[in-house]
């Protein structure tokens, strides 16, 4: 079993940054493949952002590509989630999944309890 707890959410107004971050248990931290999703209100969860086992490959949705970036340190089990020149439409809970190599379902295997973030105009 795999944990994944994220931190970092808050009120920021429009324009201004947050960071995220989420712990993930295990000590095959860097097997997994880890990931930001978020849910707005009303909306179902959509994609933010992915992150390869080492670090050398991202993705992003298309509304957050510039603005957003993903990080990870194996060495801390942490993932990170810089989030600048936010926008109201940013509020969203924010969520993190790790999907592990040894559960061969399709998909994030793992999730954490999300992080709120709200954005002010």
């Known amino acids: 079993q795999v944990q994944v707890v994220e931190s970092g959410g808050g009120l920021v107004q429009a324009g201004g940054s947050l960071r995220l971050s989420c712990a993930a248990s295990?000590?095959?931290?860097?097997?997994?493949?880890m990931g930001w999703f978020r849910q707005a209100p009303g909306k179902e969860r959509e994609f933010v952002a992915t992150?390869?086992?080492?670090?050398?490959?991202?993705d992003y949705a298309e509304s957050v590509k510039g603005r957003f970036t993903i990080s990870r340190d194996n060495a801390k089990n942490t993932v990170y989630l810089q989030m600048n020149s936010l926008k109201p439409e940013d509020t969203a809970v924010y969520y993190c999944?790790?999907?592990?190599?040894?559960?061969?379902?399709?998909?994030?295997?793992?999730w954490g309890q999300g992080t709120q973030v709200t954005v002010s105009s």
């Open positions: 999944a790790a999907d592990v190599p040894w559960v061969v379902t399709k998909g994030y295997d793992y």
């Open positions: 295990g000590r095959a931290f860097s097997t997994y493949i």
């Open positions: 992150i390869s086992r080492s670090g050398g490959s991202t």
